[in-house]
């Protein structure tokens, strides 16, 4: 089983969380506070980045880390699953064919993504991983659909290699390139997806595709199945997972590599994680290990505690319960900074109990 993962801003010990920082930001938050909380890596999404129109400015400014002052590991994503999502929402808004996805957003130009180009921006982005533009379904789509987006993102990560090669072959620090399996909740689609996949070979493979049904249930079985296809020696990425407590069964399929919204959109939304106790290698996996609390909740007006007392976050060493709440009641932007500084602390204390089970 892999336990490093070797990029050209530095070694990660697997396995590892990656928070998203959707247009070139973590909401709330710069990276010396990312450093504090002990990130060890960013996902940025191509995207958001790409529709912002600030792809040229990245570029000449010498890439995303030099944009956000961040010196260790990014993943930026191909861009496909938010091209489906926004789809998905409004067909009027896009298209895909065989060539790539077409998206239009009122007021703006239409673009167009290849995987082609999609590779030339994320290499562009100067990313430690890129990720090949796949077409991503739900597990709820029919068949024919999820047969058709196999065979399309098998095709589509063929020309992400071979474009990935040709623009990295002379690089002294060569970026690692991830491809990402579809096929929905159908067993045999999956075995196709990853098997192909590992034919073409790539650095990392992904588990692609929403990971709930439309019923909300985390697709546990599948999700195992395919990590027993994938080769030991190569990183498992569990993309947009997700709660502690399936980032803790993924670990125990074999997935070491997680990137999800969770911690830092519900640390504004004043949900915080905190463990019942200290975290160790032994109890990480006990189903009684966290809970969470509502920081907003009338009870926490005069709590001098701190959020936990398990955590050794900024927010935990010099605040209490009590202050954060009163920042959530008066609207003030500090409250966004100190929940989103816990929360992420709390996921990477998680991953080092993890990192040594
Ligand atoms: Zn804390």
Redesign the pocket.
Known sequence: MIKILKTKHGNVTLPSFFPDGTKGVVKGIDSKDLENAKVEGLVINTYHLLVSGLEEKIEAIGGIHRLMGWKKPVITDSGGFQVMSLIHKDESLGKMNDTGATFKLPGAPRIKLTPESSIRLQIKLDADILICLDDCTKPDQDIGEQEKSVERTIAWAKRCKLEFEKLTSLSKKRPLLFAVIQGGNNRELRKKCAKSLVDIGFDGYCFGGFPVDNQGKFLKSIMKYTASLLPEEKVKYAMGIGTPANIIDCVKMGYNLFDCVIPTREARHQKLYIFNKKVTKKNVFDNNIYSTINIGAGRYNQTLDS??KF?D?H??ERFSRAYLHHLFKIKDTSAFRLATI?NL??YSMLMEALKQG
Do not use: K, L, N, Y
Request: hydrophobic share 20%.
């Open positions: 959020v936990s955590c976050c927010t935990c816990h602390r709390f």
